[in-house]
């Protein structure tokens, strides 16, 4: 309204505060309304009169806090695959406290926010590029057949740093040729993208593992088939190493992987393969092998350095330790298309014969005459 005189100016000076006094009692009239109606209270004069001026406060602050309670359990039933920008951020802030508090890897509140991470398998049918392959990983998954698991159906895999999900994966072969299900590990979000389009038959996540008792928010390196978690001095010198350091980088949570393995309720593995770029060891370390069960494993130790180096004797060290023989090594050479260099771990006992690392196994040579020994370690 314009003030045209002194009677409009008048108007105005009252009106307008009057006007905003009564949309403000309108407002605060609607707001006690709904707390009558939230707070199960009959909507009568004498429950006007029994919230007194001292309890609005303490009506709204429970008010809101319920509200954002609520707001949080309705967004936990959004499927992972429908994530928006805003849930990604809701977990995100749930996963920075239990990173503060360096939370347990048992405590149950991370147990839970993991289980908002994973997404089960897929109930499509595959959606390969290579449907007609047997083995599409670099030997591991048939020498782990044959000379561990006397070729165990339905069984259960874990496969870290699962890539994209076909080509050289470990665990594919085991999923379709033996029924088993599993656990796809892979932190880089363009590969999960990918790995994610093939309906794979096993629980997977968009993480890293964790090199330690507790989660983490760490930075990853973008390289597509060499992604590593960069967290101490010594990962940066890898990254520019290989000149890395120019491809972008990521955000990603890491969850130790007991605690994973507590999100889906399976404490029993049949065939672990652990390839992260150099840091098996630590994450091995993390494990409280009483409480979860691995039969065997392949651990990839090119990346821990030159063969015979310190960092892949610790790992033979430590896993023996553990009540682990070396067995072998799968040599694979990138001539054929493939490239491998795993140590293959078993539970002693479970194989007759003991190489003691001293095995190298070329997946290109036929199983049976593939004897050739050397001393690796």
């Keep these: 309204m314009t003030c045209k005189n002194k009677t409009s100016c008048l108007f ?3 009106w307008r505060p009057r006007k905003a006094f009564i949309g403000l009692t309108a407002v605060l009239t609607f707001s006690l309304g709904l707390l009558m109606v939230y707070t199960e209270k009959s909507f009568t004069i004498n429950s006007f009169r029994k919230v007194g001026p001292e309890n609005v406060i303490s009506f709204l602050r429970n008010f809101v806090h319920n509200f954002r309670s609520q707001q949080d359990s309705l967004l ?47 109930d499509k049918p595959y959606a390969l590029k290579n449907p007609d392959l047997k083995d ?11 000379l561990i698991l006397n070729s165990k159906e339905k069984g259960f895999f ?28 892979e932190p880089n979000p363009e590969n999960f993208e990918k790995l994610k389009s093939l309906n794979r038959k096993a ?54 992987l007991y605690s994973i393995m507590l999100a ?27 409480d979860i069960n691995i039969t065997g494993l392949t651990a990839e130790c090119l990346e821990m350095g030159q063969r015979g180096s310190k960092d892949a004797a610790a790992v033979r060290k430590f896993l023996e330790n553990k009540g682990y ?10 001539g054929h298309g493939c490239f491998a260099e795993d140590f293959i771990f078993v539970k002693k006992g479970l194989v007759s014969e003991q190489y003691n690392c001293r095995l190298v196994l070329d997946p290109f040579i036929p199983f049976i005459a593939n004897r050739t020994v050397h001393n690796l370690i």
């Design 76 to 122: 936990d039933y959004i499927p992972a695959s429908k994530w928006t920008e805003y849930r990604r951020l809701n977990l995100t802030g749930k996963l920075n406290l239990l990173v503060r508090e360096n939370a347990s890897m048992r405590d149950p509140r991370l147990i839970d926010l993991i289980r908002k991470y994973i997404q089960p398998p897929s």
């Design 203 to 256: 629980f997977h996540i968009n993480a890293c593992l964790s090199t330690h008792q507790f989660p983490a928010l760490l930075k990853l390196n973008g390289a597509s088939d060499m992604s590593r978690t960069i967290e101490r001095k010594e990962d940066e010198q890898w990254v520019i190493d290989h000149k890395f350091d120019q491809k972008p980088y990521y955000e990603v949570p890491c969850f130790p």
């Design 136 to 146: 599409y990983s670099c030997g591991q998954s048939t020498y782990v057949n044959n």
């Design 325 to 334: 023989t070396c067995h072998g090594i799968i040599a694979a050479n990138p």
């Design 158 to 185: 874990v496969e870290a740093g699962a890539w994209m999900g076909e080509h050289a994966s470990t665990s594919l072969f085991f999923e379709r040729s033996r029924g088993w299900t599993g656990l796809l590990v």
């Design 12 to 14: 105005c000076l009252f």
């Design 264 to 290: 889906i309720n399976q404490t029993s593995i049949d065939y672990f393969g652990l390839d992260v770029e150099g840091n098996e060891l630590l994450i091995l370390q993390t494990i409280p092998f009483d």
